[in-house]
């Protein structure tokens, strides 16, 4: 098992194709569902696909991309929480899912920390900005908590769904 992070009780680690069932589930929750948008992800292969077409390549292009979250004792997966490259944005975005009976247990922040001071100190990035619909009001809240701050409102467009997403700036060397 390649372990990139720990934090006093998660473990962030690449995706692999293991994972695939672990994927299937996470992108079928409601959460997922209705603030990042479906995948089409309804069966292992299409969850081994996913994981190869996204987080794997992102890996191997970038060096970094979306990491599943365990808790550290069990190493039982609870999330993901990364950073994603896209081909729309000057800027690298910093991305988290949880299933919902891992929310409201910090677990979320305490990853994301971990990611942000991961792209600051071993990527290099200087800017990270993270996208979320006005309505995730969790999300907002956990974004803030990170010391991102609101920048401007978008369309984003190229899955064709035509809604606002809020972005946030964040300066990794600020704090």
Not at 61 to 72: D, M, P, S
Not at 120 to 147: F, V
Request: with cysteine; glycine share 8%.
């Amino acid at each position: 098992m390649n372990i990139l992070l720990y934090t006093s009780r998660l473990l962030l680690r690449e995706l692999n194709e293991n994972d695939a069932p672990f994927i299937l589930e996470l992108l079928n929750t409601e959460g997922w569902l209705r603030y990042i948008g479906d995948r089409h992800i309804h069966t292992i292969a299409d969850a081994v696909k996913y994981i190869h077409n996204g987080p794997v390549s992102s890996y191997q292009k970038y060096g970094y991309g979306l990491y599943l979250v365990a808790l550290k004792e069990t190493q039982t997966p609870v999330g993901i929480c990364g950073l994603i490259r896209r081909d729309q944005w000057e800027d690298t975005d910093i991305g988290f899912a949880f299933l919902p009976q891992y929310t409201g247990k910090g677990y979320a922040l305490e990853a994301a920390i971990a990611v942000l001071s991961d792209g600051k100190e071993r990527h290099h990035l200087t800017r990270i900005i993270a996208i979320t619909m006005e309505e995730n009001k969790p999300s907002i809240r956990l974004l803030e908590k990170l010391g991102l701050s609101y920048e401007k409102r978008i369309i984003y467009e190229n899955t064709g769904e035509n809604y606002c997403n809020t972005p946030f700036n964040f300066n990794p060397g600020a704090k």
